[in-house]
């Protein structure tokens, strides 16, 4: 919690200094008087995610895009942001990457996708579809952390770099790790390129397919 302690502070600080305030004994956030437990229920902890204004992305965004799926699920997918299409509908992977996606799901580990779960390092869309920046993934991960715990998949398939990377910390390109297999806490990481990459090289879907091949002999499917 430390992250949504640190920008909730600072918010605090800058209005602060809004007020006219240069130096000040004042303690902008006492954390006896503060409750930064996250709720420890999916849809409790999306309605606090609705109505979060804790960085930039929330003067820009249409929708919250928290997550969808199987609230007990085994597989759960993270991607990078919301893109344009995600942004209006308040679902994530519902453009032609969420096709892709699903397809996937279905065609190759031959499931749902109404039984795994999908979300995003962040929730909010940044502007352009940029990459998220560190400052944004950083406010936005205690929600990402709180999923995962509620959620408790056996495994996560991180889609794209951006993912793999602020979920473990690890800058390796994601074309040296896809595939490979990382345990972090109670549960399995397995990388492979995010949709939106495959549409501009399809030559790649052939990884991919490995890729979940292997996700399913993880899983016993």
Do not use: W
């Not at 995610?49 to 249409?62: T, V």
């Amino acid at each position: 919690m430390k992250n949504l302690k640190n920008a909730l502070l600072l918010k605090q600080l800058y209005q602060l200094k809004q007020l006219g305030y240069k130096y000040t004994s004042v303690t902008p956030c006492k954390e006896e008087e503060q409750d930064f437990t996250l709720p420890n229920t999916l849809e409790s902890l999306r309605k606090q995610a609705m109505e979060c204004h804790l960085c930039e992305l929330s003067k820009s965004r249409h929708k919250v895009v928290f997550g969808e799926g199987n609230p007990g699920a085994d597989i759960l997918f993270i991607g990078e942001a919301p893109g344009t299409t995600e942004d209006s509908a308040g679902k994530p992977f519902v453009g032609r990457s969420g096709e892709l996606l699903t397809k996937m799901i279905e065609n190759v580990l031959h499931i749902s996708r109404d039984d795994v779960y999908i979300t995003n390092i962040v929730k909010c869309r940044p502007p352009h579809n940029d990459i998220p920046t560190p400052v944004q993934a950083h406010t936005c991960q205690p929600y990402l952390l709180k999923q995962i715990e509620l959620i408790q998949p056996k495994l996560i398939v991180t889609l794209g770099a951006t993912a793999y990377h602020y979920l473990t910390g690890d800058d390796t390109e994601i074309s040296k790790v896809r595939g490979t297999i990382h345990k972090q806490n109670d549960y399995t990481i397995i990388p492979t390129y995010h949709p939106s990459y495959l549409l501009r090289n399809p030559s790649a879907k052939k990884e991919v397919f490995d890729d979940l091949l292997k996700v399913k002999e993880l899983m016993g499917k």
